[in-house]
Nanobody, 122 residues
Framework: QVQLVESGGGLVQAGGSLRLSCSASERTFGSYAMGWFRQAPRKDREFVAA????????YYADSVKGRFTISRDNAKNTVYLQMNSLKPEDTAVYSCAARRGGPSRLRNYGYWGQGTQVTVSS
């Protein structure tokens, strides 16, 4: 059972930056692909970014490409999402997720965190 805990959310002005962290309890964290998803009010959960177990492969949603960067530190059992040039439309609850196998843009992850709120003011 993988337990995931996100942190780093908050309120930021448009154009600002935040770095989200997701810490995993699993000692074999390095064997899981990780993803970040977000859900805005009255909208479906949507893919943001994903990274392979080694960190060598990354995927991004078109809406965040060039502004967000996903990375991981397997020694610390942590995956990060650096968010720059934030826009009001980035406002959502951001959740990390873990899965065996390769990274995925789909919601086919077996383990999910509770999420952290990101609010971008205009």
């Amino acid at each position: 059972q993988v337990q995931l805990v996100e942190s780093g959310g908050g309120l930021v002005q448009a154009g600002g930056s935040l770095r989200l962290s997701c810490s995993a309890s699993e000692r074999t964290f390095g064997s899981y692909a990780m993803g970040w998803f977000r859900q805005a009010p009255r909208k479906d959960r949507e893919f943001v970014a994903a990274i392979s177990d080694s960190g060598g492969i990354t995927y991004y949603a078109d809406s965040v490409k060039g502004r967000f960067t996903i990375s991981r530190d397997n020694a610390k059992n942590t995956v990060y999402l650096q968010m720059n040039s934030l826009k009001p439309e980035d406002t959502a609850v951001y959740s990390c997720a873990a899965r065996r196998g390769g990274p995925s843009r789909l919601r086919n992850y077996g383990y999910w965190g509770q999420g952290t709120q990101v609010t971008v003011s205009s």
